[in-house]
């Protein structure tokens, strides 16, 4: 994390115990996202006024690349947060699910049943052997590719402008997002065939 943990606690005293409980949940996501920014939590102890334990919410903000994640677990909705390490370790397994989310997203990863990714070439470097595509898909960053990641007719045929479906690798490369596989599919959607004269 770029930023140390900050923990805020509502309707109780701080408690070391619970703070090496978030502490150690919070570095366990940390090693598990890598690309986290900052994290936020609140710990909340409702007030009760009846014999019922109390039961915990866990609220954590994630700052990412790109991002906020925002997770509530709240313990009316489980009587086993009446237990607060409870409530701390389902919070931090949302938030670890909410990243594998993030993530999926930031690489661009398509289910079968998703449209894939396309873009259109903004930028190429041809005696360098490299480009940049921007995407329809929201990501905000130019997305960088090789030549070696260029499927068909090969990189020597790409212009800029033309539109392509790409595929995010999952690791980065020194210029950010990059494509593993670029396949061009031209200046307009050609389907079937092209008739030349």
């Known amino acids: 994390m770029q930023l140390p943990l900050q923990i805020t606690y509502r309707h109780m005293e701080r408690s070391d115990a ?3 409980a978030v502490q150690r949940h919070a570095e366990r996501l940390d090693r598990f996202a890598g690309r986290i920014m900052a994290c936020r939590v609140v710990v909340i102890a409702p007030h009760r006024h009846h ?19 925002a997770v509530t677990r709240e313990g009316s909705q489980n009587h086993a947060h009446e237990d607060i390490y409870v409530a701390i370790r389902d919070a931090f397994n949302a938030a670890a699910r909410a990243l594998e989310d993030h993530a999926r997203r930031f690489r661009g990863d398509v289910k ?3 449209v894939p990714l396309h873009g259109k070439i903004i930028r190429l470097f041809p005696y360098e052997g490299y480009g940049f595509i921007a995407t329809e898909s929201g990501i905000s960053q130019e997305i960088y590719f090789h030549r070696n990641s260029v499927t068909g007719e090969g990189f020597d045929k790409l212009e800029v402008g033309e539109e392509v479906r790409l595929v995010i690798a999952e690791r980065e490369s020194p210029h950010g997002p990059q494509a593993s ?9 050609l389907v079937g065939p092209s008739s030349e004269a």
């Open 181 to 189: 596989t670029v396949t061009a599919i031209g200046k307009h959607h």
């Open 51 to 69: 014999r019922q334990g109390k039961l915990y919410e866990i609220k954590i903000d994630l700052t990412t690349p790109g991002e906020e994640i």
């Open 112 to 114: 079968s049943h998703v």
């Open 18 to 20: 619970v703070e090496a």
